[in-house]
């Protein structure tokens, strides 16, 4: 069976695009994979160290819109990055073999730089980011990795840590299989402004929002801006919650009358979007009953501590392998 590794930073509540997106894709390949799923807090704090702020808060959030959204503790292992030590001691092991001019051209390295200007990313742990995030996949010999395309040339360098390694110390042999990307497809999941949904636009509809808020955030969602007035026709390829439509309502017939009602002004917004919200409450009634019955269930703390321990009894094989090829004297 394959081995899936993949992570996010807790940094914050998730939205309905990360649930398009990831989570519908890793729910799907928990099924039939070996999947790790890691809440990675030393790569939120590499960015965000000066202000770790709500760091646990913000990792139980997200553990909890997981649970929500159906990642299962008994298909998967779902834990902490900071819980298995494993992943900082290969991080190390790592550092001694990756030349600084890989993440020195790293583009994502340099863009963020650019872009988070308020925040000092000249550190040595963030030019280490990459090689974090290989750790993270190397230490469960991963065979797949579902990201995005963003993370595309972060995967790009695991691999040629992976080679690296297995060249200098491998002796002919592959310690670290070569992970290969499994690019998550990304419907097109606009907020409520028509762009991308992002937590920092304040455009996001997330995960725990409750449907009476869901309901208020889509009733005020911007539209296709032609139709200015209930007689103006419309456009629905030029609408945001058009392509809302098209991930949370499946019926068909509904969306046909929807588009040509939309076309002909036979049809206001607010009746298109009224017919969304039903389809979102529909689809998110039970994410939440799940995620509230794991809120009050206090067994959180049980899971994370599950999910450790099955990451770790991969992870201490492959690090004890790794001491070994590097001649540590073990005891
Ligand atoms: N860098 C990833 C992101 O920002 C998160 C991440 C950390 C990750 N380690 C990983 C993703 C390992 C996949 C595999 O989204």
Redesign the pocket.
Known sequence: MYRV?????PTGRLHLGHMAGALTNWVALQEDHECYF?L?DW?ALMSDYADPGKLSDNTREILLDWLGVGLDPEKCAIFVQSHVKEHVELHMALSLITPLGWLERNPTYKEQILNLRNKDLSTYGFLG?PV??AS??LLYKSHK?P??E??SA?LELSREMARRFNRLYGGGRDIFPEPETLLTSNPKIPGTDGRKMSKSYGNSLDIADEIPVLDKKIRTMTTDPARERRTDPGEPEKCPVWDLQKFFNQDASQMEELASGCRCAGIGCIDCKKALIAHVAERMAPVHERRKRFEAGGGLGDILAAGAERARAFASQTISEVYDVLRMLRL
Do not use: A
């Open positions: 590794f993949s992570g996010m930073r890691s990675v790569h980011y974090l995030m993270d996949i990795v990201v995005g963003d993370q972060h």
